[in-house]
């Protein structure tokens, strides 16, 4: 069998080169004041948010399941964090680390919520998260009063654009959770039992695994990413909109997971496809703007092309596939036999 | 004690019913002037688009689906029709049969994606809920108004009944519709197919009534119900945009599940899901007489009743495997 990883580093690479042909500095990278500068950096930087949300969207597809709420948890934490700097000295660190502290909170309570619904109470997923899909921007709303909060902070805004040994911060975050993600799951049985969960849970269960407690714990986990989504987010525009902050995230996210070569049906993750995925996403959006198509474009690209990636994971699609090919065979191979 | 008996089919609905009239009555009690016919015309006036739409998506859920498209298809069919009414000058009656073949496509394509090709009904109309939002983008990203005689003076009649009291065009359009979804649910193969998938696919499959043809029908009659949904839209906003309807999904399904249609399919009514409406709208109405609260709070008392309509539901369900497997 292929290796997972194979199309998707192709898409990237394709995509990577097809910004070369159109722009040939697209791979150039520069120095000024002590800070990387160019195309690569700046698609990094800029998937910060997404490879987050995406990481956490991929355990929670491995145990069957997904989340729409990551776009309302982004808004919410951004909203709370903005609202309490807005509230105190701008440039104190206690004030930083409490808005910090409190939001994360908060998303936690998101990611409680969910997984209680999903977990202890038996909704399916969709309609559970779809509950703090909608009534989450209700939330955020009432947070920041309706308006668009704006602060100055120069503390906060080093989280999403600021920069450490040359490189956007923002990058340190994706790795540093990356690197733990990674080693959770790798090192540890817990990405087995993840997998084992996703595969069948009744099973998992009676085989000892505490199923419920892993899908509570995927939950909570995907929502703490959003939230720290949430924070780079609004730290880089230092402003916080309940309504437009994190919109369209489920699906970038989503689409993130898939074409990262994981299945919708659960029981398997790629966390490195999944980063791959996140980072085609971003050099796509990146490219439909420098290219001069009308960003409206890219919602339309983008559901035409999670729904061509599920059709090529789709097993009938496969079959019809398979099947035309096998019959071409036969009747090549009659053609030489007669 | 025969009172008490009540068909347990029937006990979702009537926690709907009641709810609603307690609501009714609370806002009756508490505000001047809430008690009133025309108040209660208007939860209906203001909600046309939503039970229209909530009809087809009621099909949707009998078979066990879900159908995350609605809101964007409204968005789309009201920015198609202003795009066609205002920038190309197309006949109003051109235009209307126009936009609802397009929703009905749509539907059909998702239906059949989710049918041939073993795709998830989420998955499937969570991707058309953001192309129809793309297409609507792509038309403009600007509202753009409508001030087609036609269309003003659609959305200014009333129709009276009872001296003062009236009702819109929309409200006609809806209630005919309620009333062919009734017919259709009730008195049809396809309405008893419906019911008969939800209940259990592979049964249906087995008793060879036409699985494949249904599920892609059901998802056909749901795009066309949304589009006409925006048609009534159009007639409500008077402009088409691609912000319209944000947020509609949960509306929808809160009003089919509140009005005791179960999410895993097979059980529910119409009729209903009418009363889902209703529901939604008093609390609207609720918010607004109470005056001191924000919008946003809508959204999440429908969100808290959505959710506490499908605890109802588990132990409804628990209840009836209990029952059952007491029986056997």
């Not at chain 1, 004041?33 to 160019?38: A, C, E, I, N």
């Not at chain 1, 919520?113 to 038996?122: A, H, I, R, T």
């Not at chain 2, 008793?207 to 006409?228: E, I, N, Q």
Request: aromatic share 10%; glycine share 10%.
């Amino acid at each position: 069998m292929r290796n997972k990883l194979f199309w998707p580093l192709v898409t990237l690479v394709v995509l990577l080169l097809a910004n070369l042909i159109h722009n040939h500095e697209f791979f150039k990278i520069t120095v000024q004041d002590g800070h990387l500068f160019g195309s690569l950096i700046d698609i990094l930087n800029r998937a910060a948010p997404l490879v987050l949300i995406s990481i956490g969207m991929t355990f929670v597809i491995a145990t069957k399941g997904i989340d729409l709420s990551v776009g309302s948890v982004v808004s919410i934490t951004g909203a709370m964090a903005c609202l309490i700097i807005s509230q105190g000295d701008g440039s104190s660190m206690s004030v930083l680390f409490s808005a910090l502290g409190i939001s994360l909170v908060l998303a936690l309570a998101a990611g409680a919520w969910n997984g209680l619904l999903v977990s202890v109470l038996g909704i399916q997923p969709i309609v559970a998260t779809l509950i703090l899909m909608v009534a989450g921007r209700g939330v955020a709303q009432l947070i920041t009063d309706g308006q668009i909060l704006t602060i100055s902070s120069k503390p906060y805004s080093f989280i999403g654009a600021g920069y450490l040994f040359g490189l956007p911060f923002s990058i340190y975050i994706i790795a540093f959770f990356f690197i733990i993600a990674a080693v959770l799951t790798r090192k540890t049985a817990v990405g087995l039992f993840i997998e084992s969960v996703g595969t069948n849970p009744t099973a998992s269960r009676l085989a000892g695994i505490r199923s419920g407690l892993i899908i509570f714990i995927v939950y909570l986990l995907c929502s703490f990413l959003s939230g720290i989504a949430g924070l780079i987010l609004s730290s880089n525009v230092s402003s916080a909109d309940g309504n437009n902050a994190g919109l369209w995230y489920e699906l970038d996210a989503i689409l993130a997971v898939v074409i990262g070569g994981n299945s919708l049906n659960g029981g398997r993750f790629y966390l490195t496809g999944t980063i791959i995925g996140a980072l085609i996403i971003q050099t796509l959006t990146t490219s439909i703007y420098s290219m001069g198509v009308p960003p409206e474009v890219t919602l339309v690209v983008k559901s035409v092309v999670v729904l061509i990636v599920c059709l090529i994971q789709s097993e009938t699609f496969g079959a019809a596939f398979a099947a035309r090919r096998r019959k071409k065979n036969e009747t090549a191979k009659q053609g030489v036999s007669v | 004690m025969n009172i008490l008996k009540i068909d347990r089919r029937y006990f979702p609905i009537l926690v709907t019913v009641a709810l609603f009239v307690v609501m009714f009555a609370a806002g009756s009690i508490e505000y001047n002037g809430f008690f009133s016919l025309q108040v209660f015309l208007n939860l209906l006036i203001d909600n046309a688009f939503l039970l229209i739409t909530a009809v087809g998506m009621t099909f949707v859920i009998l078979t066990g689906g879900i159908d995350l498209s609605v809101g964007s298809m409204i968005a789309f069919t009201t920015m198609l029709s202003a795009t066609l009414v205002q920038n190309h000058h197309w006949s109003p009656m051109l235009v209307i049969p126009f936009v609802l073949l397009i929703g009905s496509f749509f539907g059909w394509v998702m239906g059949s994606l989710i049918q041939y090709f073993k795709l998830q009904p989420f998955i499937v109309t969570l991707a058309g809920m953001f192309l129809a939002r793309g297409l609507c983008y792509l038309i403009s990203i600007e509202s753009i108004t409508i001030d087609h005689e036609w269309y003003k003076s659609v959305s200014q009649t009333k129709v009276y009944l009872f001296g003062s009291n009236y009702i819109s065009i929309s409200v006609i359009i809806a209630l005919v519709v309620v009333a062919a979804a009734i017919y259709i649910a009730h008195y049809t193969k396809f309405g008893r197919n419906v019911y008969a998938l939800g209940g259990s696919e592979q049964s249906s499959l087995l008793m060879g009534l036409p699985v494949a043809r249904t599920k892609v029908l059901v998802y056909t009659l749901s795009g066309f119900c949304s589009s006409l949904a925006g048609v009534v839209f159009t007639f409500y906003m008077l402009s088409g945009y691609g912000l319209h309807a944000v947020g509609m999904e949960l509306d929808t399904i809160a009003a089919v599940v509140i009005g005791g249609t179960l999410l895993t399919g097979g059980t529910g009514y119409v009729a209903g899901t009418v009363f889902g409406v209703l529901i939604q709208g008093i609390i609207q109405t609720l918010i607004m007489f109470q005056g001191t609260l924000s919008s946003w709070w809508t959204k999440i008392a429908i969100g808290l009743l959505l959710l506490m309509f499908i605890l109802l539901q588990k132990v409804f369900i628990s209840r009836k495997k209990k029952s059952s497997a007491a029986a056997a």
